[in-house]
């Protein structure tokens, strides 16, 4: 079946540091890519999403690129701040479905 | 625009009885889906409701049921509830349903199981 694996956590970086978090998936054909982000005490917002091959999501100065040949969707951003911490989760549907597989999510704490 | 809106915040309950989660959709969203969300389990899938149907389901025992009205919104039951159903329940929604329609998450009802 369809499954989403991330990068572990939790991740502690200065801020302005350069992020990334790791997001492979294992789907058949060509699923669409989410990354959502929980803040505390909320529900999962949209960060941004891909929906083929090559496409690059962007919001708030994160991006992700979905690339078919790695299975991959990592999340990048060029310079974090405090208030980017938070629980991230790369996340698919497949096959025409509602279904989101979700990964585990990765804890990111950013410090001044 | 008023967001997907989640009653009760939060709840607790014993274990052996049933509880009633309410979710309302964004006005215009058609699609309604449950996760569940625990530290050990992770988000998972309940079920999925469009125009009063479900229509997808998750690998849940026959415990979680949920409906979903003609003005689109939507609630779930679990019944005689377990130390394990303590978790935080979100509801999402989108327009259609469809794998490319981002869902829009509520902030979640926390559920507390004694």
């Known amino acids: 079946g369809d499954s989403v694996t991330q990068m572990e956590g939790p991740v502690t970086l200065s801020e302005e540091a350069f992020l990334t978090i790791n997001c492979t998936y294992t789907a058949t054909g060509y699923p669409s890519l989410f990354w959502y982000v929980q803040y505390p005490g909320e529900g999962l917002q949209l960060l941004l999403k891909a929906t083929k091959a090559d496409d690059k999501g962007s919001n708030k100065g994160f991006e992700a690129t979905y690339r078919k040949e790695t299975t991959s969707f990592h999340l990048e951003k060029g310079s974090v701040q405090v208030s980017d911490s938070a629980v991230y989760f790369c996340a698919l549907t497949h096959g025409g479905n509602e279904k989101l597989t979700f990964g585990t999510g990765t804890r990111l704490t950013i410090i001044p | 625009k008023a967001g997907v809106t989640q009653t009760p915040r939060y709840l607790i309950k014993t274990r052996g009885q049933q509880v009633t989660l309410s979710c309302s959709p964004i006005?215009?969203?058609?699609?309604v889906s449950w996760y569940q969300q625990t530290p050990g389990q992770g988000l998972q899938f309940l079920f999925e409701?469009?125009?009063?149907?479900?229509?997808n389901k998750g690998n849940f025992p026959g415990r979680f049921s949920g409906r979903q009205f003609s003005n689109s919104r939507s609630e779930m039951n679990v019944s005689t509830l377990e130390l394990g159903d303590s978790a935080l329940y979100l509801c999402?929604?989108?327009?259609?349903?469809?794998?490319?329609?981002?869902?829009?998450f509520g902030d979640g009802t926390r559920l507390s199981i004694l």
């Open positions: 006005s215009g969203h058609r699609s």
């Open positions: 999402a929604s989108s327009p259609e349903g469809g794998r490319n329609q981002p869902q829009h």
């Open positions: 409701y469009f125009s009063e149907t479900q229509r």
